[in-house]
């Protein structure tokens, strides 16, 4: 009986990490982090920890038919890092980044056919500069 539990657990952490990442071609997580199997809802978003820092974390948020939608990157528990939005079609929708759970720098947006439609320049996530182009990066709202 208890050989058959472990064995339904294993047959469901792989299931869950194979529908997360989209199939079996495809990985979720980026490079040198795995899937936490019990925070990750399968072809709706992934939580990502890194093998060798515990500080360092990923929310992948996945598009209904489960292309990635969002990466938002954590340090320590809060949005920190390079930012990548993707439209369903796998072209880049938002680039920015994030300090300290808010947007700053230099944001770019793109249609999905490639043509870059807006940019801005943000200051403790505020827009300073230029159009709000990071409105649909969520990343502040998660609650690592």
Known sequence: MEMARVAHRVIFAVALAVAAAGGCSKA????????????SQPGVNAYCASTTDKSHTTYVQLHPGGARRQVCPYVGGRATGPYQAFHPNGARWLEGRYENGLKVGRWVQWAADGRKVADGTYREGMTVEGA???FPATCETITW
């Open 28 to 39: 979720v997580c980026p490079d040198g982090m795995r899937l936490d199997g019990k925070r």
């Open 132 to 134: 709000p182009v990071g």
